[in-house]
């Protein structure tokens, strides 16, 4: 009982987290916006146009698409789902991290649910989610780290900062990034789970099991990260990679509307770090504030205003609302849905 009364507060604490960080990021972004050129922020935006807009939003689907295969290479041989399921279930899990007021992981969880429609079971989809996110955490980082040595190469006292810093940053992700690897594949994390599970079914008053439950979130990561299935997993990486780097793409449409010429490695630096700035703000949904922030700190070192800036961010929004309104609608017709969606399919063992 006294497990349950402390666990109340924290997770009462944790809901209120990303509440808290969506009215801090707006009070940001407000702030941005109000002390500077509004009338400029405005005229930059107008510049893009329709045609312009309509192409940052199909280069996005195009990133998201990429994304969904990804995640479908993760599981391939290892389920007999096909790549749609992933894809649709992609645009949901964007749309849910960056419309609705959750951390930028909220999207995730989600996902792997919905996944559970197609006949995966729920550790195998727990175990694709969390596989796919340290492949594109990796990739991120591989990505940022181009752009820092693409930033390295230009002049002045403040790039050569933010390289540096950038830097150190990475050094300790990476450390992170590896240790959360080893312990995936550690026996230790499979201990931590029986204790996990061990706990909760104290708490829960739960029965114990009759042998025949599922097998845990480890066997199911131990399935997916096999030793035979390590093209799959480098399909799934250089999906991410290209989907990373096509991302520059939105800037350099906005950049080229509003008149402003700059190089392909220029705009690789901006999206780069621009990304890694809203990643670093995880808990602040869809980096609202961070993202605009980071765009008027990067965009200085090639000489674009702060008011261009913003309406750059401002750009990369538009396809927040165009595909995240309807991959929201299509969350809920799956919910409603839940009985007459694909039958489930035999879950093939690993390789």
Same mark, same amino acid.
């Given at each position: 009982?006294?497990?349950?009364?402390?666990?109340?507060?924290?997770?009462?604490?944790?809901?209120?987290?990303?509440?808290?960080?969506?009215?801090? @990021?707006?009070?940001?972004?407000?702030?941005?916006?109000?002390?500077?050129?509004?009338?400029?922020?405005?005229?930059?935006?107008?510049?893009?146009?329709?045609?312009?807009?309509?192409?940052?939003?199909?280069?996005? #689907?195009?990133?998201?698409?990429?994304?969904?295969?990804?995640?479908?290479?993760?599981?391939?041989?290892?389920?007999?789902?096909?790549?749609?399921?992933?894809?649709?279930?992609?645009?949901?899990?964007?749309?849910?991290?960056?419309?609705?007021?959750?951390?930028? #992981? @909220?999207?995730?969880?989600?996902?792997?649910?919905?996944?559970?429609?197609?006949?995966?079971?729920?550790?195998?989809?727990?175990?694709?989610?969390?596989?796919?996110?340290?492949?594109?955490?990796?990739?991120?980082?591989?990505?940022?780290?181009?752009?820092?040595?693409?930033?390295?190469?230009?002049? @002045?006292?403040?790039?050569?900062?933010?390289?540096?810093?950038?830097?150190?940053?990475?050094?300790?992700?990476? !450390?992170?990034?590896?240790?959360?690897?080893?312990?995936?594949?550690?026996?230790?994390?499979?201990?931590?789970?029986?204790?996990?599970?061990?706990?909760?079914?104290?708490?829960?008053?739960?029965?114990?099991?009759?042998?025949?439950?599922?097998?845990?979130?480890?066997?199911?990561?131990?399935? !997916?990260?096999?030793?035979?299935?390590?093209?799959?997993?480098?399909?799934?990486?250089?999906?991410?990679?290209?989907?990373?780097?096509?991302?520059?793409?939105?800037?350099?449409?906005?950049?080229?509307?509003?008149?402003?010429?700059?190089?392909?490695?220029?705009?690789? !630096?901006?999206?780069?770090?621009?990304?890694?700035?809203?990643?670093?703000?995880?808990?602040?949904?869809? @980096?609202?504030?961070?993202?605009?922030?980071?765009?008027?700190?990067?965009?200085?070192?090639?000489?674009?205003?702060?008011?261009?800036?913003?309406?750059?961010?401002? #750009?990369?929004? !538009?396809?927040?609302?165009?595909?995240?309104?309807?991959?929201?609608?299509?969350?809920?017709?799956?919910?409603?849905?839940?009985?007459? #969606?694909?039958?489930?399919?035999?879950?093939?063992?690993?390789?």
């Amino acid at each position: 009982m006294s497990a349950r009364v402390m666990a109340g507060p924290g997770r009462a604490l944790l809901r209120r987290l990303p509440l808290a960080g969506t009215v801090l @990021g707006i009070g940001l972004a407000l702030w941005l916006i109000s002390t500077n050129d509004v009338a400029a922020i405005g005229a930059a935006f107008g510049r893009i146009g329709f045609l312009g807009l309509a192409a940052v939003v199909l280069v996005r #689907v195009a990133v998201i698409l990429l994304c969904g295969l990804a995640w479908a290479r993760v599981l391939q041989g290892v389920v007999t789902v096909g790549s749609a399921p992933f894809v649709i279930l992609r645009f949901v899990r964007e749309g849910i991290n960056v419309l609705l007021p959750v951390a930028s #992981v @909220g999207g995730e969880f989600v996902g792997g649910r919905l996944l559970t429609f197609w006949g995966v079971t729920g550790t195998l989809a727990a175990a694709s989610v969390l596989a796919d996110m340290l492949i594109q955490v990796a990739t991120e980082m591989t990505f940022v780290v181009m752009g820092v040595l693409l930033l390295q190469k230009l002049e @002045g006292e403040q790039a050569a900062s933010l390289a540096g810093w950038t830097l150190e940053v990475l050094a300790v992700a990476a !450390v992170l990034l590896a240790a959360f690897f080893a312990l995936q594949r550690s026996g230790a994390a499979r201990r931590i789970e029986r204790r996990v599970v061990s706990w909760g079914r104290q708490v829960s008053a739960a029965p114990a099991s009759d042998g025949c439950a599922e097998p845990g979130v480890q066997a199911a990561l131990d399935a !997916v990260w096999a030793r035979g299935r390590r093209l799959d997993l480098a399909k799934a990486f250089l999906l991410h990679l290209a989907a990373w780097c096509l991302g520059a793409a939105e800037i350099w449409i906005a950049l080229a509307c509003i008149g402003i010429e700059i190089s392909v490695s220029d705009v690789i !630096v901006l999206e780069s770090l621009s990304q890694a700035i809203k990643s670093a703000a995880f808990p602040v949904p869809s @980096g609202l504030g961070v993202q605009e922030g980071g765009f008027v700190l990067i965009g200085a070192l090639f000489g674009i205003d702060a008011g261009t800036a913003i309406a750059l961010s401002l #750009v990369k929004r !538009v396809p927040d609302v165009v595909l995240g309104l309807p991959s929201l609608i299509a969350w809920q017709v799956l919910e409603a849905r839940r009985a007459t #969606v694909l039958p489930p399919t035999p879950i093939a063992g690993p390789r």
